[in-house]
């Protein structure tokens, strides 16, 4: 054979090596590309999230979101349109009644957000209303512009449980954000004849920081027993309708309960007595907690109602909780 025919076939078998390899190359890239697509898409769906409760409410779970929106406060609209439906996982569940509205957003220099809702807030009470609160700041805290987000009811800043308004809060003030500080306390309610006390163990996930264990115990105590699950039906609310807890703070082993006046007031077939150590035995529970001060509006009183005195520290009473000898 001819040199210049071997030369010939042997650049010819260079060009087909390289056409070969170049083809292999643009398959593989093509490969790698879609991978990198898949995962680029993947970050993208996960970068945001929409939180929602679990079944039991104990955890706040972020169900991944990819939102539509680019505008802040079509933002906001997507996002609690997002927080009403109920998420695709079945343990899950929307964090926000149906009847809940929203009546304003308004966005501040400081990346601040106002939202304004309507009265139906005011339904949400103790552990159902801080879930729902944590999920809306959680989903909201997301939005670029937007560092924390302030509450209001009907144009009137949300108060807490100190009855003081609930300024901007961060996504950060909630406890780890995707699950919750569950606290095992022991809730003293009233029996069915209203004059002895039931001892009611509850399960309280805490998600907001800013609340202490005693105040989550008197925010049960205000909303009675009427939402919580597997304890006697027969137990009774304590605490007279329209009271607040103004403020709780302890020193020195004694618990400072501040009501406003509404706790003053007789609630219809519970002992007086049943009523003020509903709040003194289930405090006293704490380890923290020897004994109770009460205080009206910031002052002591002599007397409760019916001339009990009222102004001196309380114990525990175990001659009221039924089954008692």
Avoid: H, W
Avoid at 283 to 298: A, D, M, P, R, W
């Amino acid at each position: 054979m001819k040199e210049s025919e071997i030369k010939y076939k042997k650049n010819k078998l260079n060009i087909i090596s390289l056409v070969v390899f170049l083809i292999i190359a643009v398959l593989l890239g093509g490969c790698s590309s879609k991978d990198e697509d898949k995962d680029k898409n993947k970050t993208e769906e996960s970068k945001y999230y929409v939180y929602y409760i679990d079944k039991n409410e104990t955890k706040i779970v972020g169900e991944p979101y990819k939102p539509v929106s680019a505008d802040k406060e079509e933002l906001v609209k997507e996002y609690f349109k997002a927080l009403s439906k109920e998420p695709k996982d079945i343990n899950l569940k929307s964090s926000k009644p149906e009847e809940l509205k929203v009546k304003k957003v308004k966005f501040n220099e400081d990346n601040g957000l106002s939202i304004d809702f309507n009265s139906a807030y005011d339904d949400l009470t103790g552990v159902t209303e801080v879930l729902f609160r944590a999920c809306v700041v959680k989903t909201l805290c997301q939005i670029d512009g937007v560092d924390d987000v302030e509450f209001y009811v009907e144009g009137q800043p949300l108060a807490g449980l100190n009855d003081q308004p609930i300024s901007f809060m961060k996504a950060t003030d909630f406890i780890d954000g995707t699950s919750a500080e569950n606290v095992y306390v022991t809730v003293y309610f009233a029996n069915e004849k209203g004059n002895k006390l039931v001892a009611t163990n509850l399960k309280i996930p805490m998600y907001d920081s800013n609340i202490s264990v005693e105040k989550l115990i008197l925010a049960s105590l205000i909303d009675g027993p009427k939402d919580i699950k597997n304890i006697d039906d027969k137990v009774q609310k304590t605490i007279p309708d329209g009271t607040n807890l103004i403020d709780a703070s302890t020193k020195d082993g004694i618990c400072y309960v501040n009501f406003n006046e509404d706790f003053l007031n007789k609630l219809s077939g519970i002992k007086d007595e049943v009523v003020i150590y509903s709040v003194v035995n289930s405090l006293v529970e704490l380890s923290t907690i020897n004994k109770v001060q009460f205080l009206i509006n910031g002052e002591t009183k002599k007397s409760y109602r019916e001339g009990l005195t009222f102004d001196g520290l309380f114990e525990r009473n175990l001659e009221l909780i039924e089954g008692s000898k």
